[in-house]
């Protein structure tokens, strides 16, 4: 079994739609928890990053973390075309410089 | 903040040959560096983490002899991919980490053997 599961998609949705991201992990160890968007070829760029359980939005991105039961989501409110790109969750253990656990990422597609 | 430059973004090499890829954090110091891999369609994975000045500690299965890391300085660091084969054919993304930023990720390096 993977510490971090996350469906592969692909995911397609028309503009406007909202979007659901999840991941589940195992490690109960994990306490920080990040979503990085990632386009073709490209590095990942971080969206979100929370500590512990708790929701957190920034702009028409909402990143949500629930420790009991081992599951992040990431909400993206009124898609556009540009959100287009491989979705990756991460997350790590406590102390510094720790190295992140991915999930396999999900291929989101927004339709015009 | 938090600017990171890999270099090249793209190689072609012979199999046999080494290549080289340079990743430098240009307005911060990263104190450690991580090494990705990712082939197509799938997620990074971890291949080695360096701290400056100090050899690199390498994730099982991965060649140290092969994947050769250099973390000299605070801003430079650099992979080595020595006797390339086709096999070796990935993506390879850098990722410094300085005390008082998150993770920052270079933009990529794609390899293809040929």
Same mark, same amino acid.
């Given at each position: 079994q993977k510490e971090v599961e996350q469906d592969p998609g692909p995911l397609s949705v028309p503009e406007g739609a909202i979007v659901s991201l999840n991941c589940t992990y !195992?490690? !109960?160890?994990?306490?920080y928890f990040m979503w990085y968007r990632q386009y073709s070829r490209k590095g990942p760029e971080l969206l979100m990053y929370t500590y512990s359980s708790g929701n957190k939005e920034d702009g028409r991105f909402t990143a949500q973390v629930d420790k009991s039961s081992k599951y992040i989501s990431l909400f993206i409110r $009124? !898609?556009?075309? !540009? $959100?287009s790109a491989t979705y990756l969750c991460a997350m790590r253990v406590g102390g510094s410089a720790r190295q992140l656990t991915f999930g396999s990422g999900t291929q989101l597609t927004v339709l015009p | 903040g938090a600017v990171v430059s890999q270099h090249p973004s793209w190689v072609i090499c012979k199999s046999g040959t080494s290549v080289k890829i340079e990743c430098r954090s240009l307005d911060f110091q990263a104190t450690t560096m991580f090494w990705y891999r990712q082939f197509p369609k799938q997620s990074l994975m971890l291949m080695a983490t360096s701290n400056e000045g100090s050899k690199a500690t390498y994730e099982q299965g991965v060649e140290k002899d092969k994947f050769l890391i250099n973390h000299? +300085?605070?801003?430079l660091s650099t992979l080595t991919v020595t006797?390339?084969?086709?096999?070796? +054919?990935s993506f390879y993304i850098c990722s410094p980490k300085a005390q008082d930023y998150g993770y920052t990720f270079g933009s990529g390096t794609r390899l293809t053997v040929v």
């Amino acid at each position: 079994q993977k510490e971090v599961e996350q469906d592969p998609g692909p995911l397609s949705v028309p503009e406007g739609a909202i979007v659901s991201l999840n991941c589940t992990y !195992s490690n !109960s160890a994990f306490q920080y928890f990040m979503w990085y968007r990632q386009y073709s070829r490209k590095g990942p760029e971080l969206l979100m990053y929370t500590y512990s359980s708790g929701n957190k939005e920034d702009g028409r991105f909402t990143a949500q973390v629930d420790k009991s039961s081992k599951y992040i989501s990431l909400f993206i409110r $009124d !898609s556009q075309p !540009s $959100d287009s790109a491989t979705y990756l969750c991460a997350m790590r253990v406590g102390g510094s410089a720790r190295q992140l656990t991915f999930g396999s990422g999900t291929q989101l597609t927004v339709l015009p | 903040g938090a600017v990171v430059s890999q270099h090249p973004s793209w190689v072609i090499c012979k199999s046999g040959t080494s290549v080289k890829i340079e990743c430098r954090s240009l307005d911060f110091q990263a104190t450690t560096m991580f090494w990705y891999r990712q082939f197509p369609k799938q997620s990074l994975m971890l291949m080695a983490t360096s701290n400056e000045g100090s050899k690199a500690t390498y994730e099982q299965g991965v060649e140290k002899d092969k994947f050769l890391i250099n973390h000299a +300085s605070l801003t430079l660091s650099t992979l080595t991919v020595t006797s390339a084969h086709p096999e070796d +054919s990935s993506f390879y993304i850098c990722s410094p980490k300085a005390q008082d930023y998150g993770y920052t990720f270079g933009s990529g390096t794609r390899l293809t053997v040929v």
